[in-house]
């Protein structure tokens, strides 16, 4: 099992409607996470992090928590083909190893106009 | 505030060369976090430095190196290169603090190493 999963997709979704990404973790420890967005041969950019149960947030994106389901999401509203890219789940497992990420392979996400 | 800067972005070498990486981070910052992305493995961590220390490694082997300088800029060494060394290398930069809110990690461009 490894350690961070995501569907690699490709997730296909029409301009304007609701993505939805998901991301499920093995390690019951892990304290923060967090959705990089990486465009084609560019590096890895932070769009969220969340580190409670529930809900956060930011603009279009909402990040979901779930410690007790082991299950982090990202919900990308009113998409738009600009948010064509991989989305990449991380997660940082006990805060004694603040500089250690573990990743996902990341999903795929197409916006078609 | 200027962001994560690594360098050189592009490097070609061949076999049994080594190789050495830059990278400067955000200006503050005491966490810098190196990372491997390759098509197959994705992102993998290699090491973390924090204040002159190596605090963190991932499971690569001795050839991988690396260390941070007082000014919180690191640099990386791989020796003996092979030819799946190739790969787009990523640092980061963090606060570096346990507490959750301050580890935040921002990447820089990376250097694309190409090992023939």
């Not at chain 1, 990486?38 to 890895?44: A, F, L, N, V």
């Not at chain 1, 738009?80 to 004694?96: F, I």
Request: some cysteine; proline content about 4%; glycine content about 10%.
């Amino acid at each position: 099992q490894k350690e961070v999963e995501q569907n690699s997709g490709p997730l296909s979704v029409p301009e304007g409607a609701i993505a939805s990404l998901n991301c499920t973790y093995s390690d019951r420890g892990s304290q923060s996470f967090f959705w990089y967005r990486q465009y084609s041969g560019k590096s890895p950019e932070l769009i969220m992090s969340i580190y409670s149960n529930g809900d956060k947030e930011d603009g279009r994106f909402t990040a979901q928590l779930n410690k007790a389901s082991q299950y982090v999401s990202l919900l990308i509203r009113d998409s738009q083909p600009s948010d064509s890219a991989t989305y990449l789940c991380a997660v940082n497992r006990r805060s004694s190893n603040t500089g250690k990420l573990i990743f996902g392979q990341g999903t795929t996400l197409q916006v078609k106009p | 505030k200027a962001g994560v800067t690594q360098t050189p972005r592009y490097l070609i070498k061949t076999r049994g060369q080594q190789v050495t990486l830059s990278c400067s981070p955000i200006s503050g910052h005491r966490s810098v976090s190196w990372y491997q992305q390759t098509p197959g493995q994705g992102l993998q961590f290699l090491f973390e430095y924090f204040s002159e220390t190596q605090r963190n490694k991932g499971n690569f082997p001795g050839r991988f190196s690396g260390r941070q300088f007082s000014n919180s800029r690191s640099e990386m060494n791989v020796s003996t290169l092979e030819l799946g060394d190739s790969a787009l290398y990523l640092c980061a930069s963090s606060l570096g603090l346990a507490e959750s809110s301050y580890n935040e990690q921002f990447f820089g461009p990376g250097t694309r190493l190409t090992v023939l």
